[in-house]
């Protein structure tokens, strides 16, 4: 007799088995483009109507994924603001996510996809299911614009960085930054060195000075008209 709780667990087993293969040909496709349901099931060995009663379709399947990078994602990020070092919060955060976008580089795009145009960013949505893959990634962005938000509100605290906006609208610029600079490192880093005479790494070094000397409250006291 099959109990209740191996049922569960078979349950559970199926399920990742499903995400496991959505991430593989997502992370390979770069996206939920040109990816069918019918592809997800072949390739678990499944037919399409036992995807469909785990899951609501493709978008559904793309948020379980993009789920699975935002956790790593959020995870670094904790641990580098935790770290106990001298080095500016930010600055710890800030290579935090580089390592992040270079080691899984195929969840980035899943992430700015997520970002950009699945994401609601304002007001608290009560049509959501709480425990919905949408509202979970929903949390998990949240979660890690908060701790970027913390250490901003840190290095402020601690007069290593100095700025006119507030932590919140400072996390939103350097969030923007900081995605664009990667995304740019990702699309171009097979020929970056060839091509630009710089490595990717080296650049990425500039672009963090760049941004540490720009909210240093000497360099600030000198271009009051132009600060953050």
């Known amino acids: 007799m099959i109990t209740k709780a191996r049922k569960t667990w078979e349950r559970e087993r199926r399920l990742e088995r499903i ?12 996206g939920r483009r040109g990816i069918a349901v019918e592809d997800i099931a072949r390739a678990a060995g499944y037919n399409k109507r036992t995807i469909y009663l785990y899951f609501g379709g493709k978008d559904e399947l793309f948020l379980a994924v993009v789920l699975r990078g935002q ?15 001298e080095t500016p919060a930010i600055e710890r955060l ?10 899984h580089s195929g969840f980035f795009p899943l992430i700015m996809e997520y970002e950009s145009r699945v994401h609601v960013y304002y007001g608290n949505p009560v049509d959501v299911d709480p425990a919905s893959f949408r509202a979970r990634c929903r949390q998990e962005s949240n979660d890690y614009g908060q701790i970027v938000t913390d250490a901003i509100e840190r290095d402020l605290s601690a007069g290593i960085i100095e700025s006119s906006l507030a932590p919140r609208q400072l996390m939103i610029l350097l969030w923007g930054q900081v995605f664009g600079v ?7 880093q097979t020929m970056f060195y060839p091509t630009y005479g710089i490595s990717y790494e080296e650049l990425f070094e500039y672009f963090l000075a760049m941004v540490l000397t720009r909210l240093s409250p000497i360099r600030r006291g000198v271009m009051r008209n132009y600060t953050y």
């Not at 995400?19 to 770069?30: F, H, N, P, S, T």
């Not at 990667?182 to 171009?188: E, F, T």
């Open 19 to 30: 995400i496991d293969i959505a991430q593989e040909l997502m992370l390979k496709k770069g």
């Open 94 to 103: 800030a290579r935090a996510f580089f390592d992040f976008s270079i080691r």
């Open 71 to 85: 956790k790593i994602l959020k995870e670094a990020l904790q641990a580098a603001l935790d770290d106990k070092t």
């Open 182 to 188: 990667m995304q740019i490192i990702l699309m171009r």
